[in-house]
């Protein structure tokens, strides 16, 4: 192919998937991991390229292998498997050997294959000129101009920014810095959500700084100080999964952990809450010390004599320090001293108090015996360095004592707030190295760029609980031949540096070294994923775990008096569950995924109370200009209920200058005006008073937001029970109930015979279940099935205009607690009255209905397409022969469910080449012109088919599962065969929670949701104490 | 007091000129000719004028067509779950207006209503480019309109075939059953005129009419025949004024959707687009008689009988409202309550109380008989029928998906140009049709007209 290719290949925007082919080509993968990783090693070398006209044998078209990696969407370093097909990694599942992921990922997991293939990675080494531009430059010389740079720096002034790294990682870089001179202390690990408080309450009450692992899985009451588990927190699968078995009802023994969540706003954690108590912002710690006096006081703890001495004054009533009723506490303190185990879940961050909050849990949970569920090994985070750390080291470069930083951490100028200037600090630092693979804001900073493989095409291992360790293996040889692993950089650079200083030719050979493995072990553990010797389910804290002394605790205590409110209005920053701290922004599916709180795609807005909105006349899409001393930042207003009065909120993670087409420009970056302002561990400040709000006038036409009204306004849409009413159920009269719907439609009854088998019998008929009370509503199932069945992104102008193409999406409906009780306290709870308008009240209950194609079985529309394009099968599926299809629409017209998507254009030519390669190739990408929904999975379910066929047995039960419940953390989603009387699907639809959405309709949806169970006895309590 | 009722009804039936004299008295047989034909000659300024607008109109509808056709249906302004927008509301309101052509030339024929005589063949021409209208919207709407033949049923190499439980394919069937009886009838009516024009023509019009006139000779046998066929013609008509417009309403009321769902839409879409038909007529035939000076053929006696008809459609109209209005209260069904409560304070009330206005409002003036012979106001007054039966169309598509099932789905519509481009595109093709027919056909029967001028052997007046 010759110097022509190697210019395609290096042009990077021209890249065809014929290229790719071709480099593949050369390296002769096969099958079994190690001839893969073999293969993956050896440097491309592309004058040497030959057309690919045929896989080698061992590469059969449509059979995927599967390699076992780790995931980069967040520090969490979940084990993933990915799904490569014709030698393209094609979909990502979660690990299922892997203890913290056990085969689910989150939804940023899902899209990590997109930044793999995108197109705004960097392709070739790049050099600052003196005039400021760049010149690119090939990987050896990048090296050798590195390695030359080094000797002559004095290693004590070169300093090396990298995010968490744990492990043989961890010991590589030290090694690296111990080989070439640099002090242990210059390797700053930089990571947005560094979870310093807690790690500093732990120290201050159990003298380890660590942040723990909270058995959430084991406790029946949970109460959350603003700790946002679900989204951000150090493990979100893991915490989803315990979440799922905490929280999900027990039908035998009716009971159901409550979970109470008190903080001024709800993220996915809080809006999953059985009680959201509103708190003024700041006033989470008062809450927690009223908490903490009134468990002492009504004598519910254990360590009596200790506790005494944790008394602390309150100053002045908690009414108006915190805004809630004394009596709630009341409530709380009931609640507990009622439940066998509680567990209250310090914040991982929040205000200015949120390590003395953290504290003041920790003291209460040690008070209540609640340590046996939290485990003090925790995750390994505790190496991160705060924003203050970082003040100092910028303070650092203001003293010139750095010369050279080499950065190896997710954007630092995107994630830093500006008011620490590292952005001005950078520039005079004399040489900056950047080793990012994607375009990032830092790496216009740089004098030199050198790009690291994506993490799916590297070596490397995680441990992020001490004994859990996840292998990175590459899954695909390296897209761009002049980028190169920044490990094996170091290793050559410090080879070049100090000759012989390390001994192993890779980073590869030195992480295998360091475990000592065998060949067959090396294989064996890749194959698994990693080494799990450990799994946080099978271990407990210690119940003996010894406090701090009383004194020296209360000491470190310090609840500095924030004046909220006071002057300007209240701004709370977040961290967005699907953007992280900004990592994902570079996915387009990641764009299009609708905010979990806003429900916004492509851009973030100013979050506001509907109450508030209408006092200051703000309408939903105004655009408002939010002021801090001069700085200020233009943001739409978007009204959301979760939201306290009073307060506004933004999320992080949007306002990219730099990474890429996708993430530029979408959206506002409030760390850019925020002031400074640091809690006791360094942390800074979630929660700002003082801003100023000002309507411009302006308004956008209309928010990129896939929400239409979020009540349910009197319709059987989201199902829902109490406990109460629960034991009342039962299974078959409930689902006599759904059969008369249908046999009343039928007037002869015979609704099951008609229509069914009997064209043509099948052994198969294929339902589904939802269990809406273990939904936690975080959207993985949506962008899972985008990923598997080629759903392309439609773009901000087309989500306005409602066009996004998503399969699955999670519906959210607020009631009030009002409507929650009334509605249910008839014996006849089908009637739920909408007590009050939209925005007269508050709604804070909250129900996720995920949405697809209810595969209905007297499917609406069916009979209304005019030339068959869709029809039933036999199997019981409602198949949509896109080639039949001309777009007349009725169909989605005539859908109640409105879960059909029409491509209104050619939407997957908007994907941009290499991003084409995560196309499913066993599923047709869709032209302009025709309908689309979702199909279960059909490409699962003829696979298996075939499998069984070729096996000449049935398909077993579990053997097919969609993507939706293959990803879902929380286990919600059941699938499988109805004539199996012991399938999975069978048993699940047993429940007496059995319902259908709109089942007045006739549809018979194959689709069976289990209604949600709020637990209307903590609302009662609640609502007793307001009288 | 005999005669006096007697005038009355002789005025009702007969239609008094201003000069007192009976409606068709003052003609004589030459003079109908000429005049007719005169019409049809020289055109004026402002004929060209109006064409040139309708071909502009056309060409850039063809032009949105296009550019709809290469980016995808995308370009117009569908905001999902709004999927039928603009083309399937002006889809109804076409096959509407096509309505009163046949009302006119067949349902009255047989009821041998002398006043239709001077506006049928206008009526049925219209009747045939409104359907020529109509039937392009389909088309237009489809995602693939590539594929459009998948839609139609005839044995193929796809060993396809087309699905008869969907409304759209009863639709197909309906609309070309009545395009087809449509334009035979409009065709078979003619003859006797085109024969009349051949006389008159020169040239190459000679040569077109004598082809089209199928060599009619006048003689008593012709006469016999055609008048036969012509009554068989509209006995075979007349169910279709009715299955027409009932098969449309059923598009919408086969589905689910509130605000379909509902027995009453069949009576409701006739009563609807005879209403829509005859204003149209009123429309087309007020600006047309002053441009052609046909003054002296289209009377105040004719506006008053269409003011009338129109007035009673109207009036069913706006009973079916109420009654849609009351089922959907009464029913205790949830979402057709929601639906009907929405559709009349909802985003789109706006739209909702202009079609009120227009369809249940204005109407109400015809009542008086001065406004019914007042021309100019009848124009005006037909104008807003005329917008009224538009939004209706736009209130029953776009207000009832806009407000379904699921309140997470809902969303409202978002306009864009094409679909307003080839809205307006659809008028100028409509009117670029009638312009051309009305140069160079009859547009009003001359054969029936003479048939009311006293016989010439007989003395004036007497019977």
Not at chain 1, 838 to 863: I, L, S, W
Not at chain 1, 947 to 952: F, N
């Amino acid at each position: 192919m010759g110097e022509n290719g190697k210019e395609k290949i290096t042009d990077g925007v021209d890249l065809r998937k014929r290229e790719l082919f071709k480099i593949f080509g050369k390296t002769s993968v096969a099958v079994g991991t190690l001839a893969l990783i073999e293969s993956c090693t050896r440097k491309p070398q592309p004058e040497k390229l030959l057309p690919y006209l045929e896989f080698p044998e061992t590469v059969i078209p449509g059979i995927p292998y599967w390699f076992a990696t780790t995931c980069s969407g967040c520090p969490a370093s979940c084990g993933i498997l990915v799904k490569v097909e014709d030698l393209i990694p094609r979909k990502i599942e979660g690990n299922p050997d892997n203890p913290l992921s056990r085969g689910k990922t989150c939804a940023r997991g899902q899209a990590i294959i997109h930044q793999l293939f995108s197109p705004d990675r960097i392709k070739k080494p790049r050099l600052k000129k003196a005039d400021g531009n760049f010149e690119e430059i090939d990987i050896q010389s990048a090296i050798k101009l590195l390695a030359e740079r080094l000797k002559s720096a004095n290693p004590e002034k070169v300093f090396i920014l990298t995010g968490n790294i744990t492990g043989k990682t961890e010991k590589f870089y030290l090694d690296f810095a111990s080989k070439i001179g640099i002090p242990a202390e210059n390797i700053i690990r930089w990571e947005s959500f560094s979870f310093a408080p807690l790690r500093k309450a732990t120290k201050i009450v159990f003298g380890k700084e660590t942040v723990p692992v909270f058995r959430i899985d084991r406790a029946d009451l949970l109460i959350s100080f603003g700790a946002d588990f679900l989204d951000t927190g150090p493990s979100t699968v893991l915490y989803s999964r315990w979440f799922a078995k905490f929280h999900s009802v027990d039908e035998e023994n009716n009971s159901k952990g409550k979970f109470i969540y008190i903080s001024p706003r709800r993220n996915l954690t809080g809006l999953n809450a059985d009680r959201w108590i509103k708190v003024k912002p700041g006033g989470e710690i008062y809450f927690a010390i009223s908490l903490l006096n009134k468990l002492i006081e009504k004598s519910a703890v254990k360590h009596k004599d200790v506790a005494e001495r944790f008394r602390t004054y309150l100053p002045g009533k908690l009414e108006e320090l915190a805004g809630v009723p004394e009596s709630y506490v009341d409530v709380v303190v009931e609640e507990i001293k009622s439940s066998k185990n509680p567990l209250i879940f310090p914040p991982y961050f929040g205000d200015e108090n949120s390590t003395s909050l953290a504290a003041i849990c920790l003291i209460i949970n040690y008070l209540l015996g609640a340590v046996d569920k939290i485990i003090l090994e925790g995750f390994e985070y505790t190496k991160l360095s705060t924003p203050k750390d970082i003040k100092e080291f910028i303070d650092k470069v203001r003293q010139q004592k750095v010369e050279v930083l080499l950065v190896h951490a997710y954007d630092p100028v995107f994630t830093l707030p500006k008011f620490l200037g590292f952005e001005e600090a950078l520039k005079l630092i004399p040489f900056v190295v950047s080793f990012s693979y994607h375009e990032d804001e830092t790496s216009l900073f740089a004098h030199l760029v050198i790009p690291d493989y994506h993490q799916l095409e590297k070596w490397g291992d995680a441990e992020i609980i001490k004994g859990l360790v996840s292998f990175y293996q590459p899954v695909i040889s390296p897209l761009y031949p002049d980028t190169k692993q920044t490990e094996d950089v170091l290793i050559e650079v410090a080879n070049l540096v100090k000759e012989g200083a390390f001994q192993v030719p890779s980073f590869k050979d030195y992480i295998r070294a360091e475990y000592g493995f065998s060949d067959e072990g090396w294989v064996k553990a890749l194959e698994k994923g990693g080494i799990f010797s450990v799994d946080p389910e099978n271990i407990l804290g210690s119940v003996d775990v010894s406090l701090q002394p009383v004194e020296q605790i209360k000491d470190a205590i310090k609840v500095r008096n924030q004046a909220k409110g006071s002057e300007g209005s209240v701004v709370i920053i977040y961290p967005s569950y699907h953007l992280y701290d900004g990592r994902m922004a570079n996915s387009p599916w990641i764009q299009e995924f609708f905010d979990v709180s806003t429900r916004l795609a492509w851009r973030n807005a100013l979050e506001v109370n509907p109450k508030t909105a209408e006092k200051l006349g703000l309408k939903n899409a105004d655009i408002v200009e939010i002021t801090y001393n001069g700085k200020k930042i233009e943001l739409p207003v978007i009204t959301y209920y979760g939201i306290a009065e009073e307060v506004f909120a933004i999320s992080l993670g949007r306002g990219h200058k730099n990474y890429g087409r996708f993430a530029n420009e979408r959206g506002v970056n409030p760390l850019q005006i925020i002031p400074e302002s640091f809690d006791e561990s360094g942390e800074i400040s979630f929660v700002y008073s003082g801003f100023e709000i000002r309507k411009t006038g302006r308004r956008l036409k209309r928010l990129p937001t896939n929400e239409g009204v979020p009540r349910q306004l009197g319709r059987e849409v989201a199902q829902f029970t109490t406990l109460s009413i629960l034991p009342k159920l039962d299974a078959k009269k409930k689902f006599k109930e759904l059969e008369d719907i249908m046999k009343k439609k039928f007037p002869r009854g015979d609704w099951e015979k008609y229509g069914r088998d009997s064209a043509k019998p099948n052994k198969y008929r294929w339902k589904m279940v939802i269990d809406l009370d273990k939904c936690i509503g975080c959207s993985a199932c949506m962008i899972a099935c985008q990923i598997e069945n080629n759903i392309p992104f439609v773009g901000e102008d087309q989500v306005i205009r409602g066009r996004e193409m998503t399969w699955v999406r999670v519906e959210r409906y607020f009631f009030t607690s009002d409507e929650v009780l009334h509605s249910l306290s008839a014996e006849n709870h089908k009637e739920h009255s909408e007590l009050s308008k939209d925005g007269e009240t508050n709604p804070d209950k909250v129900v996720f209905v995920p949405m697809m194609c209810q595969q209905c079985e007297y499917a609406p529309c069916e009979y209304v397409c005019p030339v068959y394009a869709t029809m039933h099968t036999s199997d019981g599926l409602n198949a949509q022969v896109y080639n039949r299809c001309v777009g007349t629409r009725f169909c989605a017209n005539n859908c109640p469910y409105k879960v059909r998507y029409f491509n209104w254009h050619d939407y997957f030519k908007n994907v941009p080449e290499p991003l084409t390669m995560v196309f499913n190739p066993s599923v047709t990408v869709r032209s302009k012109g025709v309908m689309e929904k979702c199909t279960f999975c059909i490409q699962r379910i003829k696979y298996a088919e075939h499998e069984a066929k070729v096996q000449g047995r049935d398909i077993k039960d579990g053997e097919v599962v969609p993507a939706c419940a293959q990803v879902c953390p929380a286990d919600a989603i059941t699938f499988g065969n109805i004539k199996d009387e012991n399938s999975a699907v069978s048993k699940t639809r047993k429940s007496k929670r059995v319902n259908w959405v709109l089942k007045e309709l006739g549809t018979e949806p194959s689709i069976t949701y289990l209604e949600k169970v709020f637990v209307d006895e903590l609302d009662k309590k609640f609502k007793e104490k307001e009288v | 007091m005999h005669q006096e009722v007697e005038k009355i009804r002789v005025n009702i039936h007969e239609g008094i000129t201003p000069e007192g004299k009976k409606y068709g008295e003052q003609f004589t047989y030459s003079e109908i000719s000429e005049e007719i034909y005169r019409a049809s000659t020289k055109p004026s300024i402002w004929y060209f004028l109006g064409l040139g607008i309708c071909v502009a109109l056309v060409l850039a509808g063809i032009g949105t067509f296009a550019y709809l056709v290469i980016v995808g249906m995308g370009a117009a302004g569908f905001t999902p779950p709004i999927f039928w927008i603009h083309f399937i509301v002006n889809f109804v309101f076409w096959v509407g207006i096509a309505h009163s052509g046949t009302l006119i030339s067949a349902v009255l024929h047989l009821f041998r209503s002398k006043w239709r005589r001077g506006i049928f063949r206008v009526a049925e021409a219209m009747t045939v480019f409104a359907v020529m209208t109509a039937g392009l919207f389909p088309l237009i709407h489809i995602g693939r309109q590539w594929y459009f033949y998948f839609l139609v049923p005839y044995p193929n190499q796809r060993e396809l075939w087309v699905n008869f439980k969907s409304a759209l394919m009863w639709d197909f069937v309906a609309v070309l059953t009545y395009f087809t009886v449509s334009l035979m009838f409009f065709y078979v009516g003619m003859i006797p005129d085109l024969a009349t024009f051949r006389e008159k023509a020169k040239g190459i019009r000679r040569t077109i009419y004598s082809i089209l006139s199928l060599g009619w000779k006048g003689t008593d046998k012709e006469w016999r025949h055609y008048n036969r066929s012509y009554m068989f013609f509209a006995a075979f008509a007349t169910p279709l004024v009715v299955s027409v417009h009932s098969v449309v309403s059923l598009d919408f009321a086969s589905g689910l959707i509130p605000g379909w769902q509902s027995t009453i839409f069949p009576p409701y879409f006739v009563a609807g687009a005879i209403f829509s038909g005859m204003a149209m007529v009123v429309t087309i035939i007020t600006p047309l008689r002053k441009l052609m000076k046909l003054e002296k053929f289209v009377t105040d006696w004719h506006y008053d009988h269409m003011g009338k008809i129109i007035l009673v459609t109207g009036l069913i109209v706006t009973y079916s409202y109420a009654v849609e209005f009351a089922l959907a209260i009464f029913s205790g069904n949830k979402y057709e309550y929601d639906q009907f409560i929405y559709r009349a304070t909802g985003d789109y009330a706006w739209a909702f109380w202009l079609m009120v206005f227009c369809n249940c409002v204005v109407p109400l003036f015809m009542i008086s008989k001065k406004v019914r012979t007042n021309v100019w106001l009848m124009f005006v007054l037909s104008i807003f029928v005329n917008i009224g039966m538009w939004f209706e169309r736009f209130n029953i598509i776009i207000i009832s998906l806009s407000h379904d099932f699921l309140p997470y789905a809902f969303g409202t519509y978002m306009p864009r140009w094409p679909e307003l481009i080839i809205t307006l595109a659809s008028f100028g093709w409509f009117f670029m049709w009638f312009l051309l027919f009305a140069k160079f056909f009859p547009v009003i029967s001359i054969a029936e007209t003479k048939e009311l001028v006293p016989k010439p052997l007989r003395e004036r007046g007497e019977h």
